[in-house]
């Protein structure tokens, strides 16, 4: 249950770096900071300018961001481990859309803050290893089912 468990609190904790990422970049753009790596991680107009708006959109992305972490956490305390894996997927690829109008989604690894299909690529892989599956195989996987079942008991880290 060890891989499991780490691999969601990883993914729960990256939740909240991204977000703080986001806010910090906020701060750092409400301050007057323009330096290159900041720069480049935020869409800009055709002439290179900042929208008026991206401290907004970059506070409001972080508040969307946050709002995952106890979302999974809930569906793990009930427990639904499906649904769980599933909320880490799903949240961690529509980032893209949310933010693709503040972030620039082609920026290069550089850049002070990843586009969120870079950010959380690493613990999508630490969850899928986790909780491997193949092709054509039902959803339902034997660690899937242990692991719900370790979930059902009190030794559940998330109650």
């Known amino acids: 249950m060890k891989q499991q468990i780490d691999a969601f609190n990883a993914a729960l904790a990256a939740f909240n770096t991204y977000a703080q990422m986001l806010h910090d970049a906020a701060v750092a753009v409400r301050a007057g ?5 900041l720069i480049v991680s935020l869409m800009r107009s055709e ?3 900042l929208p008026p708006d991206i401290v907004d959109k970059l506070i409001e992305g972080a508040v969307l961001v946050k709002e995952a972490a106890p979302r999974i956490r809930n569906l793990l305390a009930k427990p639904d481990v499906n649904q769980a894996i599933l909320s880490v997927l799903a949240h961690s690829r529509n980032l893209d859309r949310s933010l693709e109008r503040t972030l620039d989604l082609q920026s290069p690894p550089h850049a002070r803050v990843s586009p969120p299909y870079r950010f959380f690529e690493k613990y999508v892989v630490q969850l899928r290893a986790a909780f491997p599956r ?8 034997p660690q899937k089912r242990a692991f ?3 979930l059902e008991t009190v030794n559940n880290p998330w109650r």
């Open 134 to 141: 193949a092709v054509g195989a039902p959803f339902d996987t």
């Open 47 to 49: 002439t290179d300018v």
């Open 33 to 37: 900071d323009r330096r290159d790596d």
């Open 148 to 150: 719900q079942h370790y």
